[in-house]
């Protein structure tokens, strides 16, 4: 029942910005964190910023600087503001959330977006 929907992908030119949305919705009792990963070919996924429900915020080396995550704790959404974009920052961006679906549940991070693809053309 739960669904992670994103929005705010698409093409961008070399330097120029983007903003990335991701709603979660459905089943949830509290969403303790979400974060953004990203795939790009022939790599591995990983994570470029995450966000706690406290606040608390970390971000890829490679990202640090120009790309800021925030939240909105009451419509379980998460944001990530993209600047000075880069070719390099090319890939499949995928929003992912930790949460509990029911008060007596265990907490999971195995909650994904359909994936997003940004792309900054060089």
């Known amino acids: 029942q739960v669904q992670l929907v994103e929005s705010g992908g698409g093409l961008v030119q070399f330097g120029g910005s983007l903003r990335l949305s991701c709603a979660a919705s459905?089943?949830?009792?509290?969403?303790?964190?979400m974060a953004w990963y990203r795939q790009a070919p022939g790599k591995q996924r990983e994570l470029v910023a995450g966000?706690?429900?406290?606040?608390?915020?970390n971000y890829a080396d490679s990202v640090m600087g120009r790309f800021t995550i925030s939240g909105d704790n009451g419509k379980n959404t998460v944001y990530l503001q993209m600047n000075n974009l880069k070719p390099e920052d090319t890939a499949v961006y995928y929003c992912?959330?930790?949460?509990?679906?029911?008060?007596?549940?265990?907490?999971?991070?195995?909650?994904w977006g359909q994936g997003t693809q940004v792309t900054v053309s060089s």
């Open positions: 992912n959330a930790q949460l509990k679906e029911t008060p007596w549940g265990h907490w999971a991070s195995d909650y």
């Open positions: 459905g089943r949830i009792f509290r969403v303790n964190a």
């Open positions: 966000l706690t429900s406290g606040g608390s915020t």
